[in-house]
């Protein structure tokens, strides 16, 4: 994998790069058409702060419904069912993001069906390049952590249907090495989900694959029972991709000091965190209506980092060209 310089505002000790990669996005139709529309959508958020976000609502036969606070939300969802019924019943699943790391299926996980025009959105929208991207950064970093040994521990924090972490392990093609992996989320349907795609790549519960419904602020932050259970410097890898962000800042540092834990010397810790500069943010946030999370800058993320004790020169960050996410590469000293 070729790093690029990185050309945005960071701190200065910062080891930072910037990388492209290959999408279904590169050869889809309508990439210009879709850009300018939502970069017009996200304008018109940013102009106006009063702007809300879609309430959810349940309907009488017990079904969740969507409901925009102002018209270009009402518009963008009438025009396109699938984002409709994506953002009302799988927003902020896991299984959300499995139609934007999947926009080509004819399904959503909920049986609904895909709309043309919902599809180039969960295509060209910025955002959705930004989720593919960060897998594709994890896919390069772990390369170097689970080739080593014959035997390696990948666990994944908040792995959702852990789409990244299979889709790394199958582009590693490993040489005889054998990865055991352990997924942890407190969702039943996404792990059920992980374990159906892991089956599919021959990993099979019990031999290759644990998973650990837990919930990572009760067990992770607030105690540290889920440390005990997984075990101190065990693995070789704890990847934490879409969940740094749900943290405020105290909880954020807790939890990468104890995910630092969880690691073998010479191991490393993978978490990614939105951008308060990506550039459709506030599209995402209040015409889409994403749940509240806490986007970072750059310093930001440094600031937690050096607060959860771990130095600067322990650290790189790669941000793709998209400028969605910062994926920061903590590793933990030999
Ligand atoms: C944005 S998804 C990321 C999934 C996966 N890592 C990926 O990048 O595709 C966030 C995941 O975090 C899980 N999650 C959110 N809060 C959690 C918590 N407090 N404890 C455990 N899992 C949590 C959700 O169930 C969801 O699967």
Redesign the pocket.
């Known amino acids: 994998m070729n790093w690029q310089p990185f050309r945005g505002h960071a701190p200065g000790n910062m080891t930072i790069y910037s990388a492209s990669f290959p999408d279904v996005s590169d050869q889809w139709p309508m990439k210009d058409d879709v850009t300018r529309e939502i970069n017009a959508l996200n304008q018109v958020m940013k102009n106006d702060p009063a702007l809300m976000p879609p309430r959810i609502v349940e309907n009488s036969d017990g079904q969740a419904t969507l409901v925009p606070q102002h018209a270009w939300s009402g518009k963008v969802f009438e025009t396109r069912p699938a984002l409709a019924a994506w953002r009302a019943r799988l927003v ?3 299984l ?3 139609v934007v ?1 999947n926009p080509l299926e004819d399904r959503l996980p909920d049986g609904s069906r895909m709309d043309s025009e919902s599809r180039q959105w969960f295509i060209h929208a910025n955002d959705a390049i930004g ?1 593919r991207s ?2 594709r950064v ?1 896919a390069a970093l772990v390369d170097k952590y689970i080739r080593n040994d014959i035997d390696s521990d990948w666990i ?10 299979l889709e790394a392990l199958q582009n590693a093609k490993l040489d005889g090495q054998r990865v055991h992996l352990t997924l ?4 039943a349907v ?1 792990l059920r989900w992980a374990e159906t795609m892991a089956a599919q790549q021959g990993l099979d519960v019990g031999e290759q694959l644990t998973l650990l419904k ?8 607030r105690h540290d029972d889920l440390l005990l259970e997984l075990g101190e410097h065990q693995a070789e890898l704890v ?5 740094f962000e ?1 943290f405020n800042d105290a909880d954020a540092v807790v939890f990468l000091r104890r995910a630092m834990r969880l690691v073998k010397p010479g191991g490393a810790v993978i978490i ?1 965190n939105m951008l308060t500069t990506s550039p459709q943010i506030d599209f995402l946030m209040r015409c889409i209506g994403w749940d509240p999370i806490f986007p970072r800058t750059l310093q930001q993320l440094q600031d937690i980092h050096l607060a959860a004790g771990v130095p600067v020169d322990d650290v790189s960050v790669v941000v793709p060209k998209d400028g969605v996410y910062a994926v920061m590469e903590i590793r933990v000293p030999e």
């Open positions: 902020p699943s896991a959300a993001l499995f790391q989720v960060r897998a994890l994944s924090l908040a792995s959702g249907a852990a789409i990244p972490v942890v989320d407190d969702d996404a837990r919930h990572l602020v009760h067990h992770m932050i990847d934490a991709l879409g969940i749900y990614s």
